[in-house]
């Protein structure tokens, strides 16, 4: 069974920063290529990063670039995502997904698996 569980969520000012963790079970990063997909209030999900430790491929999305980074623990089975210089509009709910590894260049398409998701909301 695939499981996902994120972890480290919670409220920071503008400006501040949070380290995502995403620790996966049930399958290993040779199986599937991990993301992280988000959602604002009234607003749809948006793919935000991922990463496949296969070939060593990551994907960000415009918004977050030079801001956050996505890394990959092989070992521990976990991904995190460090978010830096954060604003406003990355508030949302933050899901670890699961993809298949040859699609992270294209944008992380094929996003199968969810976690339950973890609260970021950053002030202004």
């Known amino acids: 069974e695939v499981r996902l569980v994120e972890s480290g969520g919670g409220l920071v000012q503008a400006g501040g920063s949070l380290r995502l963790s995403c620790t996966a079970s049930?399958?290993?990063?040779?199986?599937?290529?991990v993301g992280w997909v988000r959602q604002a209030p009234g607003k749809e999900r948006e793919t935000v990063s991922c990463?496949?430790?296969?070939?060593?491929?990551?994907y960000y999305r415009d918004s977050v670039k030079r801001r956050f980074t996505i890394s990959a623990d092989y070992a521990k089975n976990t991904v995190y995502l460090y978010m830096d210089s954060l604003k406003y509009e990355d508030t949302a709910v933050y899901y670890c997904t699961t993809l298949p590894t040859y699609w992270v260049a294209a944008g992380c398409l094929g996003v199968s698996h969810w976690g339950q998701g973890t609260q970021v909301t950053v002030s202004s």
């Open positions: 049930g399958f290993t990063f040779d199986d599937y290529a």
């Open positions: 990463i496949t430790t296969t070939d060593g491929s990551i």
